[in-house]
């Protein structure tokens, strides 16, 4: 199964996301992990991303596509892949559909991590004090995030619940009854006679 995994900031995607991967048998990719390692790393790619990560902005759809398209369009990803943070924007999402029409790696479905805006600033700055992560670390960040998120990610919701292949989930409760319904869901999706893959 190919999955993508939709969610704000704080909504539990790093959490869930390996763990449908290995319910699923299939590899989990992380592309804020990916970016973050290219920013460590020095690359030419993470010197461009690097200040827009700083501030909470999304990184520019030609740098995100760049990194992602061809890991979409391997004929590895046929077989299956969690994507987690991937597409951000309306722009992406179309351009990863088109790209792997051809390449048979288009998503069977998209789980939606849905977490009211309170919760979600109360885990990020939770999580800000923990780890010390630089784009949790003040209370302007986080609420910038929110708003990018709100403005350029959300409408992706619309888009895949127009294509049939939206899994919404409520990921208010527990790490592990969350996981359970998603199980759940995206079992009965790939069990379902005649489920069209997108």
């Given at each position: 199964?190919?999955?993508?995994?939709?969610?704000?900031?704080?909504?539990?995607?790093?959490?869930q996301g390996p763990r449908i991967a290995e319910h699923c048998g299939v590899p989990y990719v992380s592309t804020g992990e990916l970016l973050r390692g290219h920013v460590r790393d020095g690359t030419k790619l993470g010197r461009a991303a690097?200040?827009?990560?700083?501030r909470g902005d999304l990184v520019p759809d030609d740098l995100v596509l760049a990194m992602i398209l061809s890991l979409l369009t391997d004929p590895e990803?046929?077989?299956?892949?969690?994507?987690?943070?991937?597409?951000?924007?309306?722009?992406?999402?179309?351009?990863?559909?088109?790209?792997?029409?051809?390449?048979?790696?288009a998503a069977d479905a998209v789980v939606?991590?849905?977490?009211?805006?309170?919760e979600l600033t109360r885990r990020l700055q939770q999580r800000a004090t923990e780890s010390g992560r630089a784009d949790d670390q003040t209370e302007a960040t986080v609420r910038h995030r929110m708003h990018e998120?709100?403005?350029?990610?959300?409408?992706?919701?619309?888009?895949?619940?127009?294509?049939?292949?939206?899994?919404?989930?409520?990921?208010?409760?527990?790490?592990?009854?969350?996981?359970h319904r998603i199980f759940a869901a995206l079992d009965a999706r790939s069990t379902k006679p005649g489920q069209e893959s997108g």
């Open positions: 199964m190919r999955v993508l995994l939709l969610g704000a900031p704080g909504s539990g995607k790093g959490t690097q200040p827009y990560m700083d990803s046929s077989n299956g892949y969690v994507l987690d943070g991937f597409p951000r924007t309306l722009p992406q999402a179309i351009a990863a559909d088109e790209a792997t029409k051809e390449a048979g790696g939606s991590l849905d977490v009211p805006q309170d998120y709100e403005t350029k990610t959300a409408p992706l919701r619309d888009y895949y619940q127009r294509r049939g292949i939206l899994v919404p989930i409520d990921a208010t409760t527990s790490p592990d009854d969350v996981s």
